[in-house]
């Protein structure tokens, strides 16, 4: 857990837009074919970063997108169910110079098709409903409580208090989309950013780096400082990615979480995508440095069963000697990160469901 590093003087432009460029090209061409949805899932991910970071390519870096943006169209027409991964890839290859505007004729398509309102998720509904504004259109008119619906969800602090990976990414996209990706204030209240340090301290003590990376940036979209431990050690742990030539895209990698940890270096002004990155087949690799105490500790109080207290103070005393040493190191740092760590663990404690058990004394 060192110190954080503060450049003084910025990335030099050409080295970071010559890498940027090597992952475009990388991601277009090297890691999956175009025709699979994880292409689709991939490259979309990619230029959202771009973009939403200002971080421009060279024109000429996007040449490798130019087929796909040429038919686009047909793509649109035919895998309609991918409306969102192809609305994204298109609206932001616009918007870092591809040159060219069909953008506002797929999000009329999407309005007059339909497709937002096919949509189960209120989460997939709010993204739909980004995408297509970005162009002038809200695909949703009549649907006019989705944000309340979102900010009820994310303000239920305790969903947040306990392991619930699937409900704490979510909760980062609602930031994310409520925010237009740091572009408006998306007006959070203390309740809502309650929901945010819970999930980040659950993120920080499973060493989650995805997942604690997108929490940052959702702090950082919704105008507030991330924990300083927490910051500091997605630089340490970011350093510690390897990108390797590999003779062809070999399964699944580390590289969502290398995207993350770096967009948001690049958001901190920490730098970001700073590593060389070779030509060819390419694949992601973090080597992390140390196992998270977060399954050590859920064990630990799970075992004392009624004897468990929602008071912090008591329970850190109570559980000292039953966790290692190194679970107690990160539990710490975890407690010093943020004010809000007493409140935090009243939730993770579950003492209202204890007598749901019976007695396990």
């Not at 990335?11 to 699979?36: C, E, I, N, W, Y």
């Not at 994880?38 to 990619?46: Q, Y």
């Not at 949509?119 to 739909?128: C, K, W």
């Not at 991330?226 to 990615?241: G, L, S, T």
Request: proline share 4%.
């Amino acid at each position: 857990m060192g110190d954080i590093v503060r450049l003084n003087v910025p990335f030099r432009r050409p080295a970071k837009m010559s890498g940027q460029a090597a992952l475009v090209t990388t991601f277009a061409t090297q890691r999956r074919h175009r025709d699979d949805v994880f292409w689709m899932k991939e490259n979309a991910e990619l230029l959202n970063v771009l973009e939403t970071t200002g971080s421009l390519p060279k024109p000429d870096a996007l040449a490798v997108h130019l087929a796909f943006y040429e038919d686009i169209e047909n793509r649109l027409g035919f895998f309609p169910q991918y409306y969102r991964f192809l609305l994204s890839i298109c609206l932001d290859l616009e918007d870092l110079g591809i040159g060219g505007a069909k953008g506002e004729k797929l999000v009329h398509w999407v309005m007059t098709e339909g497709l937002a309102e096919a949509e189960l998720s209120d989460l997939q509904r709010a993204e739909a409903r980004r995408l297509c504004l970005r162009r002038g259109v809200d695909p949703l008119p009549h649907d006019v409580g989705l944000n309340d619906r979102l900010r009820g969800f994310a303000r239920r602090s305790a969903t947040f208090a306990m392991p619930n990976k699937k409900a704490a990414y979510e909760l980062t996209h609602i930031v994310f989309y409520l925010s237009e990706y740091g572009r408006r204030d998306p007006g959070l209240d203390e309740v809502f950013l309650d929901s945010l340090f819970f999930a980040g301290t659950l993120a920080f003590l499973d060493m989650n780096l995805d997942l604690l990376s997108e929490i940052c940036i959702a702090l950082r979209f919704a105008g507030a400082t991330p924990p300083d431990i927490w910051e500091r050690w997605i630089r340490d742990q970011a350093a510690r990615f390897r990108i390797n030539s590999v003779d062809a895209a070999a399964g699944p990698d580390d590289y969502h979480s290398f995207l993350m940890a770096n967009w948001h270096l690049a958001l901190a002004g920490q730098g970001g995508f700073s590593l060389a990155v070779p030509e060819g087949p390419l694949a992601f690799r973090h080597v992390p440095s140390g196992q998270g105490p977060l399954r050590e500790l859920s064990e630990c109080m799970y075992g004392l069963g009624d004897r468990r207290s929602a008071d912090w103070l008591v329970m850190k005393a109570a559980i000292h000697d039953k966790l290692s040493s190194e679970a107690r190191s990160v539990l710490a740092l975890a407690e010093a990160a943020t004010d809000r760590f007493d409140a935090f663990f009243a939730g993770f404690a579950r003492t209202g469901l204890a007598r749901l058990g019976g007695d396990r004394s």
